[in-house]
């Protein structure tokens, strides 16, 4: 469709220069003469060539129109081109009147432009579907008679077993029958670290496996996936979403009404008061050519396209146009946590010392304690080992080297750190080494729904590191910036209620909604639209049904690809504070629109009785002229108008 606007748009284009220079009022203008035999019928050829080719869209438009009973700008633009090309046809031929072809074909030039400009700025339909596709990988290593062997996914029957090795995504949803790993869902069900897996424990396909192959028995295939019913969610909330009317179009179909019904009047008035046929004809097509003028076609979308560059030069990528003309109005904003207002990373949050002092050259006991662990975990793979190990690179401290590094399974890892045996561990290790905790406060920190890891020196433990997704810091300015605005922010995510918690009191947010699985989160959006006009932000599969149910889908540009697809508006930048600019570009961006079509059509109250010829009587008649050149004045006008929106 937008290969066929641009196409129809350059050769109606070229064949427009020849037709504005054998039309006589054109000619007139500019002072010369080029008539020779033929020269009428050849300009009514090549006119004939621009009404079917060029205005095709406008002319499939309107019987769209009248069969849906909504005429609006296509019904506009087609009843006066035909109105001008059929009156000129007659004229060509014998009746006595003037040429609209120049009128005509430039009309229907502009037209469209408009229409491929409005097309290209919000063109790109959403693939969301196809992305939570590819999200599965095409093949699995599948163990059959002792070996193991790669088949096609969609070749896997329940019960089969598959190997699952070390990095690779997980190919179907299943039980894990032999071997234990953590999997990292946070993509999928918004778990902000990773899980561990047993033997038993359930996996979902799509997610990624950690450090360690194990083998996964099939449970679901083909559309019982979980990935599968998310794509039938999304699919259901971008049918259900609901389409706001062009202002444009709504203007059209007034400017119709209003074209049809005072041409209709100016024909029978002008025939009442003893005119002859001619000249009430004439007066008749002025006033309906008129009536569309070139800017109504230019409006919109010259301030769509500025908009959306100014945008995109600011790092926001708009794909869906009526949501972004929403999000002027939005009331709430529901953020995803995990990689939304979270930075998706483990880090740490919290250092409790009991025995560090800073023997070890460290500057305080925290340091020492933070010190020490990192160099146990600087060997470990593990995504909190590397948590803690950016965390004590941040603070500027030299990691020394490990002796005798050693994995503990499940447990922690051990090793020499300046001829010191150390081991950072879990809770459950010390429980059952009984070794009693006496580091204050980590029943608050684990209260917190923090990630404990303790640091033991033989039977001691000298200290503890609470760890957690860490807050991004352009969090707390876009969530302070939004209340400002009076809107509610709200936070909705698949972790636990605790972790829940402490980041929306770190953030004060309004209000949150916590261990809700990815099928929930389209109904808790559903809850929120009761109350409010609802933008929707987020990174994960997981938000892909909520991001298109929403009035307004955001994603942050560095989430999966299928957040990105179904959402509306993309902050290339990962930064949630883009929000705030979003909602202000658009109220900017309505109010040129508005201004825009008050530009357009405002002219009409003036134009409009004059053309009609209600001053005849004084002498004052508005001829094609000087309609065409207040229709270049309107345009231009407008063409000022949306260059003059700014970024603020």
Not at 503 to 520: G, Q, T
Not at 617 to 626: M, N, R
Request: hydrophobic share 45%; glycine share 10%; aromatic share 8%.
């Amino acid at each position: 469709m937008l290969a066929d606007f641009k196409k129809r748009f350059f050769v109606s284009l070229i064949l427009t220069f020849p037709i504005l220079i054998l039309s006589p009022a054109i000619q007139g203008y500019l002072g010369f003469e080029f008539i020779f035999p033929g020269s009428n019928f050849l300009l009514f050829l090549l006119s004939t060539a621009v009404y079917f080719y060029g205005g095709n869209p406008f002319l499939k438009g309107i019987k769209d129109e009248l069969h849906e009973k909504n005429p609006g700008m296509m019904t506009l633009i087609a009843v006066a081109i035909s109105v001008a090309y059929f009156y000129s046809s007659a004229v060509v031929f014998g009746l006595p009147g003037k040429f609209f072809f120049w009128e005509l074909v430039t009309l229907i030039d502009v037209m469209l432009l408009g229409h491929w400009m409005e097309m290209r700025s919000v063109m790109g339909a959403s693939r969301a579907l196809e992305e939570l596709v590819k999200i599965l990988p095409s093949t699995a290593h599948l163990k059959k008679n002792g070996e193991t062997v790669d088949v096609e996914v969609d070749r896997l029957k329940v019960g089969d077993k598959v190997l699952v090795k070390p990095g690779e995504k997980i190919p179907v949803d299943g039980t894990v029958a032999e071997g234990t790993s953590s999997v990292n869902e946070a993509m999928l069900t918004g778990e902000s670290k990773p899980v561990e897996k047993k033997p038993g424990d359930e996996v979902i396909g799509g997610s990624i496996n950690g450090e360690a192959a194990f083998v996964v028995e099939v449970e679901k295939t083909g559309k019982d996936t979980y990935l599968n019913q998310v794509v039938e969610l999304v699919r259901g909330a971008q049918e259900s979403k609901s389409k706001t009317q062009d202002l444009a179009n709504r203007a059209a179909l007034y400017l119709t009404i209003i074209a049809l019904s005072v041409g209709a009047i100016t024909l029978a008035a002008w025939l009442f008061f003893g005119q002859d046929f001619v000249f009430a004809l004439e007066r008749s097509v002025t006033v309906m050519v008129i009536t569309c003028p070139h800017a109504l076609g230019l409006a919109i979308p010259l301030v769509v396209a500025v908009s959306t560059s100014l945008a995109a030069k600011s790092g926001l990528l708009i794909r869906e146009r009526q949501a972004f003309e929403r999000a002027r109005n939005l009331e709430a904003v529901v953020f995803d946590k995990t990689g939304t207002l979270t930075e998706g990373r483990f880090g740490v949050t919290d250092v409790l010392s009991f025995a560090g002092d800073g023997s070890s050259g460290v500057n305080s006991g925290s340091d020492e304690i933070l010190w020490l662990t990192a160099a146990l975990e600087a060997s470990s793979e593990h995504p909190i080992a590397q948590g803690i190990l950016e965390s004590a690179r941040e603070k500027g401290l030299s990691i020394p080297a490990v002796e005798g590094f050693r994995s503990i399974p499940g447990k922690g890892v051990e090793g020499k750190v300046e001829g010191r045996l150390l081991r950072v561990v879990s809770p459950g290790y010390l429980k059952e080494a009984g070794i009693e905790v006496q580091v204050r406060g980590v029943e608050e920190i684990e209260g917190q729904g923090k990630t404990v890891a303790f640091l033991i020196e033989k039977e001691k433990v000298l200290g503890a590191l609470g760890l957690a997704d860490l807050v991004r810091k352009e969090s707390r300015d876009a969530i302070s910036k939004l209340k400002s605005m009076g809107i509610k922010c709200l936070m909705l995510t698949g972790d636990n209620r605790f972790v829940a918690e402490w980041v929306a009191k770190e953030l004060e947010l309004d209000d949150y909604f916590a261990e809700v699985l990815p099928h929930e989160k389209a109904e808790k959006i559903k809850e929120v639209q009761k109350q409010y006009i609802t933008g929707m932000v987020g990174d994960g599969v997981n938000d892909a049904p909520a991001l298109a149910q929403a009035d307004v889908g955001i994603a942050i540009g560095a989430g999966t690809d299928v957040a990105i697809e179904t959402a509306d508006i993309v902050l290339v930048k990962n930064n949630p504070g883009d929000v705030v600019d979003i909602i202000g570009l658009s109220k900017r961006t309505y109010s040129k629109m508005f201004q825009n079509l008050i530009w357009a059509t405002g002219y009409n109250v003036f134009a409009i009785p004059l053309a009609a010829g209600v001053l005849y009587g004084y002498g004052i008649l508005l001829s094609p002229a000087v309609g065409a050149i207040l229709m270049s004045l309107s345009t231009v006008i407008v063409s000022v108008n949306a260059a003059s929106l700014k970024m603020e």
